[in-house]
């Protein structure tokens, strides 16, 4: 059974650091490029992208928000992608979904939404 199955989500004062990590089962990880969205809670928003990692891992992009506090890499020995998350604000609360694209080329919900999609693991960030 193929699936994205995303895990380290907590609870975690302002300005603490937590590590997503999203990992392939059924299939190599490493040939699809992988987003990162969250969707505010208890919200209908679409889910906003966060980050984005290329197949080859050589190209990498974080949204205008999160700049300098969260980095995305691949850890090919475990085939994950981990999405770490330092100086955490309580804006950045959220259900954190990983997506898997063959064909993504940034962080784009649309370039994603035929793709493999996690079950998601929640971020709340406390003032």
């Known amino acids: 059974q193929v699936q994205l199955v995303e895990s380290g989500g907590g609870l975690v004062q302002s300005g603490g650091s937590l590590t997503l990590s999203c990992e392939g089962a059924?299939?190599?990880?490493?040939?699809?490029?992988i987003g990162w969205f969250r969707q505010d809670l208890g919200k209908e928003r679409e889910r906003e992208g966060v980050?984005?990692?290329?197949?080859?891992?050589?190209?990498?992009y974080v949204t205008a928000s999160v700049k300098g506090r969260f980095a995305v890499s691949r850890d090919y020995a475990a085939n994950s992608v981990l999405l770490r998350m330092n100086n955490l604000k309580p804006e950045d609360t959220g259900i954190y979904y990983c997506?898997?694209?063959?064909?993504?080329?940034?962080?784009?919900?649309?370039?994603?939404?035929?793709?493999?999609w996690g079950q998601g693991t929640q971020v709340t960030v406390s003032s």
């Open positions: 997506a898997a694209s063959e064909s993504a080329t940034g962080i784009n919900l649309d370039s994603f939404r035929d793709g493999f």
């Open positions: 059924g299939f190599a990880l490493d040939s699809f490029a």
């Open positions: 980050a984005y990692i290329s197949a080859s891992g050589a190209v990498t």
